[in-house]
């Protein structure tokens, strides 16, 4: 990342986008949250060499033996300070698989950020599915 992120919010602060509220009408659950820690991250990609796909599972296994876990309130601290945030050309999208969601229909998803040029925008990701090329993690950095 050419500029290192500081996040910087309350840990126990609730969420922005709190699927939870509306579970009533969607039947969204929480079903895991990575603590939050705020400090400087860099972006990883997640990708092996010659790979072009994972399976979300994966991604988020891989993203706990990396130690780049980040959840939804490392998404939205994010979101908040850097929403234009040109990424690097080679990367499309940054998930943030610390905090899993489950619907009605038990499908695990993640929250990911999509670059549509202009800003990022949020996006729901199901993990069992594949997870295409371009995306990355954020992995805590020594400053």
């Known amino acids: 990342m050419g500029q ?10 609730s969420f922005v986008r709190d699927m939870t509220s509306l579970a009533m009408r969607c039947g969204w659950k929480l079903v895991s949250d990575a603590q939050y820690k705020a400090g400087k991250v860099e972006l990883i990609g997640f990708l092996r060499p010659r790979e072009i796909s994972v399976c979300g599972v994966e991604v988020a296994n891989r993203a706990i ?4 876990n980040p959840g939804q309130r490392h998404l939205e601290a994010f979101l908040a300070k850097y929403e234009r945030w040109a990424p690097p050309k080679c990367v499309d999208y940054i998930a943030f698989p610390g905090t899993v969601w489950q619907n009605e229909d038990r499908l695990r998803s993640v929250l990911t950020l999509c670059w549509n040029g202009e800003r ?3 996006d729901l990701v199901r993990l069992d599915g594949g997870w295409r090329p371009r995306g990355c ?7």
Do not use: F, G, I, Q
């Open 4 to 13: 290192n992120a500081v996040l910087a919010v309350s840990p126990d602060r």
């Open 65 to 68: 033996r990396l130690n780049a």
């Open 120 to 122: 990022w925008h949020l």
């Open 137 to 143: 993690l954020l992995r805590p950095c020594s400053e």
